[in-house]
Nanobody, 122 residues
Framework: QVQLVESGGGLVQAGGSLRLSCAAS????????MGWYRQTPGKQRELVAT???????NYADSVKARFTISRDNAKNTVYLQMNSLKPEDTAVYYC????????????????WGQGTQVTVSS
């Protein structure tokens, strides 16, 4: 089994910062891209940021220059540093990872965390 466990969400005032963490555990041979998505009620889940196994990041336009994604491959963990938070950043944030469980697996499969709430007050 593979689990993604997120932490670091909470309530913060506009202009503040939060750091999210997501650790992958279980039977893992290799992890390709890891990332963060977010969702608000009544809307589709949207990309926030992704990072390749080689450390190449990609950001949604709405968070560029404010958020920074990073990862620690030795710990199978991805981070999201969120600065200059705005009320519109309020959402449930989900961790995502493309994971190959064993050497014999044919490819990578998508895994999701349970989500962590981020609330930014004005």
């Amino acid at each position: 089994q593979v689990q993604l466990v997120e932490s670091g969400g909470g309530l913060v005032q506009a202009g503040g910062s939060l750091r999210l963490s997501c650790a992958a555990s279980g039977t893992i041979f290799s992890i390709n891209t890891m990332g963060w998505y977010r969702q608000t009620p009544g809307k589709q889940r949207e990309l926030v940021a992704t990072i390749t196994s080689g450390g190449y990041p990609n950001y949604a336009d709405s968070v560029k220059a404010r958020f920074t994604i990073s990862r620690d491959n030795a710990k199978n963990t991805v981070y999201l540093q969120m600065n200059s938070l705005k009320p519109e950043d309020t959402a449930v944030y989900y961790c995502n990872a493309d994971i190959r469980r064993t050497y014999r697996d044919g490819g990578y499969r998508d895994y999701w965390g349970q989500g962590t709430q981020v609330t930014v007050s004005s």
